[in-house]
Structures are given as C-alpha cells and as structure tokens.
C-alpha cells in the first residue's frame, strides 16, 4: 500500500471540504440552501483550524 | 397510542419501502439516492465517501476491531468499528484484501484513522437522508 503524505493544513482542508459537502447535502433542502449551508461550515471550519493554529502558536510562546 | 407511538409504527409499517433504499445507502455510499434519481446528491456522497476513505487508507489509518474493557475503552474501539462497518462495501472489500493496519503512534496514521472512521460517519449522514427522502419527510 503506497503512502500518502500531507501537511496538518493540508489534512485539515481536505476533511473540511468533504464534510462541509455532506453536511450540506444531508441537512438543507433545496440546492441553493445546501450550497449556502456547505460553504457557511466550509468557513466556519476554517476560521477554526487558522484560528485554532494562531492560538496554539500563541499560547506556545 | 401517543403520537410517537403512532409515528415509529408509521415509519415500521412502510420499512418496505425505506429499508431497500437505506441497505443500498449503506452498501454503496451515495446508492441511496442514485436509486431514488437524485444523481448529483449520490455522486456526491458517493465522492466525499470514497475520498475520506481512500486517504484514511493511504495515509495507513488503523481500522478498529470490536474491542471491550474499561468505559473509555469500548466507547473508541466500538464506536470506532461500528463507524468503520458504516462504510459498507469499501471496507468490505479493504477488510477482504487484507487491510489491517497496526494502531502505531504517529500523526499520519491519526489522521488516516480519523478518515476512516469519518468517512463512515458521513455515510451514516448520507443513509438518514435517504431514509428522510424514501419516507417523504424530505424531498
């Protein structure tokens, strides 16, 4: 089995993309709600992983 | 009867209906909703499905076996294995063609295991929205 190497950015990005999809499918109804709703928890989860990152870096001094 | 009591026997007495859809669901990631005609949603899922599993699986993440003891314990490895399970036909066929992984310490197996694992949760996501759509409560 070969082995895939990816930064923590990286990581984090690609599990936030594929959940914001799915969450945005599975909990609106109509196209436009879901693709609003899928990029609302795309953000969020980015301004959570930055934020999160300069805390971390922050409080680590 | 109470309400709930009237909705559960509602929802049991149509499992003809819903539980194909749901079993697909579960089989194949997405097949839920190819099978009712909503193609772009099963594509979808079916996508961000396989590409959280397959990246689990190339970053060598560990795939819970059933596993009891202290409290802690259980809740991960049985959580974790009914999480996998939910993954249907990838994990499977992994589990057929001999995946097995060992749980090392190391980020890039963290990580791939938190793919695994999340992989079948979205799949579980996916499985209650075709149950929604089969039982009209969505469109």
């Keep these: 089995m070969p082995k895939m190497g990816l ?19 599975t909990t609106k109804k109509t196209e436009s709600e879901q693709l609003r709703y899928g990029l609302k928890c795309l953000g969020y989860f980015v301004g959570t992983v930055f934020g999160l990152g300069w805390l971390m870096y922050l409080g680590h001094g | 009867m109470t309400e709930t009591a009237k909705r559960i026997w509602s929802v ?16 194949i990631p997405g097949g839920g909703h190819f099978w009712m005609g909503k193609r772009l949603r099963g594509a979808l899922l079916f996508a961000c499905v396989m590409i959280s599993f397959l990246v689990g699986m190339l970053m060598h993440g ?20 009914i999480a996998n399970l939910a993954n249907g036909i990838p994990y499977l066929f992994a589990r057929w063609l001999g995946y097995s992984e060992p749980d090392v310490a190391g980020h890039m197996v963290d990580y791939g295991t938190k ?16 149950f929604e759509i089969a039982t009209g409560e969505k469109d």
């Design chain 2, 12 to 27: 049991l007495s149509t499992a003809g209906k819903w539980g194909p859809v749901v079993a697909l669901a579960w089989i």
């Design chain 2, 115 to 130: 793919f695994l694992v999340c992989a079948g949760l979205m799949n579980i996501l996916a499985m209650v929205d075709a």
């Design chain 1, 7 to 25: 930064s923590h950015l990286e990581t984090s990005l690609l599990m936030a993309l594929v959940i914001s999809v799915v969450l945005g499918i």
């Design chain 2, 62 to 81: 560990y795939l819970f076996e059933w596993q009891t003891g202290d409290l802690f314990t259980t809740i991960i490895y049985c959580g974790g294995y």
